[in-house]
């Protein structure tokens, strides 16, 4: 019996099983042994024809300046991004879960930028960041304050599109900080209460190490989202002024844009195991220690 419920569960999972190695698996091995070849975009017709040579990529990667100036811009963004969506999002959570009236209303209206489509998100931003005629600029110039171009600044250009990001993606943060929140045994809050604890020493002492959980989730799906940034700085900036706010993600499609695909093959799976390195360790600083 047990031998038949086993074939009949592989023939009703071999179609997604077989799409699955087909369109995911497959090209994602072909990518991998494709990092240690020459191919380029003229070798498809020819495949025969691809040299392999092992790490040359990889060892070319670290030698590119460009390369290089966008793994600084990535990691800006991530060490930026990263603590102030957080911190936004846990804000925004405690504060929704001191109301219970025009909770859900809330809670819905921050979320809504994160079902946007991240093209119109940035589109939008575009034109309020613009030098001129940008919303932002014009309520500066109201009170005597002339704003710079900040798309067009390679001081202020990753720092706007940071922002962007932040407003974004904390509703996701939030979502989840809130239900994390709600699981605060509240006897525990008012014992602590009770006891003379500040509100401060409440959220510091109890609640945020009950939270560790949740943090790590937050902390680790958010990284992973800033390490891959590409829409904002496409639409927004094409990754300048200058590849100021250009990333490790826009790099490889670039790469492959210019036929380089071994190449953009390699800075994929850089990125790849930077993101699993990064992962790790968190993991091991946001873990339970218990």
């Known amino acids: 019996m047990r031998r038949q419920q086993a074939v009949a569960a592989w023939i009703l999972a071999l179609p997604f099983v077989a799409l699955f190695l087909l369109f995911t698996a497959g090209p994602v091995l072909a990518s991998l042994g494709m990092s240690f070849t020459d191919m380029r975009s003229t070798d498809v017709r020819g495949p025969l024809g691809v040299e392999f040579v092992g ?12 390369f290089r100036k966008v793994t600084v811009n990535t990691l800006l963004y991530l060490l930026l991004g990263v603590p ?5 999002a846990l804000a925004v959570a405690v504060a929704l879960n001191r109301i219970t009236r025009l909770r859900g209303f809330f ?43 900040y ?27 809130l239900a994390g929140l709600q699981t605060v045994p509240r006897e ?27 943090l790590l989730f937050g902390a ?4 992973i989202g800033y390490l891959q940034f590409f829409e904002e700085a496409f639409v927004m900036t094409k990754g300048g002024p200058l590849d100021s706010t250009k990333s490790v993600t826009f790099f490889a499609y670039e790469q492959f844009g210019y036929g380089n695909y071994a190449y953009a093959s390699a800075a994929a799976y850089l990125l790849f195991l930077a993101i699993v390195v990064l992962t790790f360790v968190q993991f091991r600083w946001l873990r339970d220690k218990d």
């Open 151 to 177: 798309l067009d600044s390679t001081t202020w250009a990753l720092p706007s599109l940071v922002a962007m990001s932040v407003w974004r993606n904390f509703g996701t943060l939030m979502v989840v900080f």
């Open 84 to 88: 102030l969506t957080m911190a936004v």
């Open 107 to 149: 809670r819905v209206g921050y979320y809504l930028p994160v079902v946007t489509s991240i093209v119109a998100v940035s589109v939008v931003w575009k034109f309020l960041l613009r030098d001129r005629g940008g919303l932002l600029n014009v309520m500066l110039d109201w009170v005597g304050i002339n704003g710079p171009g």
């Open 220 to 223: 680790v799906i958010t990284s």
């Open 188 to 214: 525990i809050i008012e014992a602590a209460e009770a006891d003379g604890a500040s509100a401060w020493g409440r959220f510091r002492y109890i609640t945020l190490p009950m939270l560790r959980p949740t």
């Open 55 to 66: 790490l040359q990529n990889y060892a070319d990667l670290i030698g590119d300046p460009l």
